[in-house]
């Protein structure tokens, strides 16, 4: 039962370099999400999707690109990497509304 | 506004003891869910308890129950018999309905230290 599966766990980028986070999840979830978490904070939504091909920006989407070709996937895209990035990120699914989100492990980005 | 409000950044507790956690929100919506996680330093996002805007009686799990003050928005978190496995980050959150899709909005976070 793999649950939210993130990779990598950790990167270290050069700004202005381009990556994509990889999300996948097997629960048949409609409803993917990405998050940030900065010391000290909470997570703040960047973007989220309510089913394949469907998405929107969140509280912090600039500098994020999203996709949804498959309802099991959600890559994260940072076009250009930015100090300002350097953070732990989160992605997260969940089905119907009165379903608890399940969170992956994380990823660690460290940005130069 | 949609904020979490945590107004404790750090809480320390005996072992064995009792803590309160608190919350509390503003949100205009009636139909929400009020939800408490728990982050330990493995990085983890693992759900503690949830409540149901709809539902007068307190949720409980095992050690951990919450006080649900619906009039006044707060949500607090009581940890009993605190154990060493229970130091973690604590984050309070609530989840709307928002043109069809969730959104989850989380307060900043509680630390919570266990002394033994």
């Known amino acids: 039962n793999a649950g939210v599966t993130q990779t990598p766990k950790f990167q270290v980028l050069k700004t202005g370099q381009s990556m994509t986070l990889q999300c996948a999840q097997d629960m048949n979830h409609e409803y993917m999400s990405w998050y940030r978490q900065d010391p000290g904070m909470g997570l703040r939504l960047i973007h989220y999707?309510?089913?394949?091909?469907?998405?929107d920006q969140g509280e912090v989407p600039n500098g994020y690109n999203v996709s949804r070709s498959t309802t099991e996937d959600f890559p994260l895209r940072l076009l250009s990497a930015a100090p300002s990035q350097t953070s732990v990120y989160f992605c997260a699914s969940s089905g119907v509304f009165n379903q608890p989100q399940h969170f992956g492990d994380g990823t660690r980005l460290s940005i130069l | 506004a949609q904020t979490v409000t945590q107004s404790q950044p750090e809480m320390s507790v005996q072992e064995a003891e009792t803590v309160t956690l608190s919350c509390t929100y503003d949100t205009s919506e009636s139909d929400y869910y009020l939800f408490w996680y728990k982050q330990p330093p493995s990085r983890q996002m693992i759900l503690v308890i949830r409540?149901?805007?709809?539902?007068?009686q307190n949720a409980t799990e095992n050690r951990f129950s919450v006080n649900f003050q619906k009039a006044a928005k707060s949500f607090s978190l009581k940890i009993s018999d605190s154990q060493l496995g229970d130091a973690a980050m604590y984050f309070c959150?609530?989840?709307?309905?928002?043109?069809?899709?969730?959104?989850?909005?989380f307060g900043q976070g509680t630390r919570l230290t266990i002394n033994p």
């Open positions: 999707s309510v089913g394949a091909g469907i998405t």
């Open positions: 959150a609530y989840r709307i309905r928002v043109q069809g899709a969730q959104k989850l909005v």
């Open positions: 409540q149901e805007a709809y539902k007068q």
